[in-house]
C-alpha cells in the first residue's frame, strides 16, 4: 500500500477544500460527519506527507480586464528548453510555464486583455533563436484554474 494513498475520508476533505480551501475544519467535520480533531488530525497528516502543498484562490481574469486566457504550445531547438522556459517566465502575463512531454516542448498559460498583447506575446515568443514553432489557443468559456479541476477518483 502506498504511503501517500488516500483514504474515502481524506478524499472527501480534499474535495471539500478544492471547493472553499477557507472552509473551516468544524465545518467540513459537520459535513463528513466526524469529530473536528480527526479532520484536524487528517489534514496536518495529509500535508506532511505532501499531498496538501498550501492553499489557493481562484482568480476570474474577465472580472478584472484581462478578457482573454491564452494556452501556448512552444516547440523548441534541442537542447534550449531551459534557456527558452527561463525567457518565456519572464514574458507580462503567464501564470503557467513548464517543461512538457508531447507535441511540445513547452506549454504555458497566460492572461491578457486583448488580441493585440496575445499576438505581441506570440511574437516575442517566435523571435527566440531556439523557438521552432508557437501555437496559441484562447480559451472561449470561462474555465476554472484551480484545484477543484482535479480529479481524485
Known amino acids: 500500500m502506498s504511503e501517500n494513498k488516500i483514504n474515502p475520508l481524506e478524499s472527501q476533505i480534499l474535495r471539500l477544500l ?3 480551501a477557507r ?7 459537520t459535513q463528513c ?10 489534514f496536518h497528516a495529509m500535508k506532511k506527507k505532501g499531498i496538501i502543498r498550501g492553499t489557493t484562490i481562484v482568480i476570474d481574469p474577465k472580472q478584472i ?5 491564452v494556452f501556448i504550445g512552444i516547440q523548441v531547438t534541442h537542447p534550449y528548453s531551459n534557456q527558452v522556459l527561463t525567457m518565456v ?4 502575463g503567464m501564470c503557467v510555464v513548464t517543461r512538457a512531454i508531447g507535441r ?10 486583448n488580441i493585440e498583447k496575445i499576438g505581441l506575446t506570440k511574437s516575442t ?5 531556439q523557438v521552432k514553432n508557437v501555437d496559441i489557443d484562447i480559451l472561449v468559456d470561462k474555465p476554472l484554474l484551480c484545484p477543484k479541476n482535479f480529479e481524485l477518483e
Open 104 to 113: 511540445y516542448d513547452i506549454e504555458a498559460i497566460a492572461i491578457q486583455e
Open 89 to 92: 517566465k519572464k514574458i507580462p
Open 33 to 42: 460527519q466526524v469529530s473536528t480533531d480527526t479532520i484536524t488530525h487528517r
Open 125 to 129: 515568443i517566435s523571435d527566440f533563436q
Open 18 to 20: 478544492q471547493g472553499d
Open 65 to 69: 480586464e484581462k478578457k482573454y486566457l
Open 23 to 29: 472552509k473551516s475544519f468544524t465545518e467540513i467535520a
